[in-house]
């Protein structure tokens, strides 16, 4: 069993930064693929972007050039770096994981979440 905590949310100015943060317990996450997604208010659970136990990295169109993800096996955490921060990407954001599996891009396809951390970006 994997628990999963996010931090690192806020409100923030258009054109700013913010950092989560996903820190896992119970199990390492070396052998587990890990994803952000985010949800906002009337709409589906959308993939941000992911990062595999084997180091492929994927990303949504609309915040590439702009989000990193990224991962520390050594403190069993994951991050997601945003920057130039756009209204639009107010929402909800959320940490996933399975075990052993390719990137997947549907919330199905994940085993683990956490509890989420709001973004809120003005304009």
């Known amino acids: 069993q994997v628990q999963l905590l996010e931090s690192g949310g806020g409100l923030v100015q258009a054109g700013g930064s913010l950092r989560l943060s996903c820190a896992a317990s119970?199990?390492?996450?070396?052998?587990?693929?890990m994803a952000w997604f985010r949800q906002a208010p009337g709409t589906e659970r959308e993939f941000v972007a992911a990062?595999?136990?084997?180091?492929?990295?994927d990303y949504i169109d609309s915040v590439k050039g702009r989000f990193t993800i990224s991962r520390d096996n050594a403190k069993n955490t994951v991050y997601l770096q945003m920057n130039s921060l756009r209204p639009e990407d107010t929402a909800v954001y959320y940490c996933?994981?399975?075990?052993?599996?390719?990137?997947?891009?549907?919330?199905?396809?994940?085993?683990?979440w956490g509890q989420g951390t709001q973004v809120t970006v003005s304009s």
């Open positions: 119970g199990r390492t996450l070396d052998s587990y693929s």
């Open positions: 996933a994981g399975v075990r052993g599996r390719a990137i997947q891009t549907s919330p199905g396809g994940y085993h683990y």
């Open positions: 990062t595999s136990w084997l180091g492929a990295i």
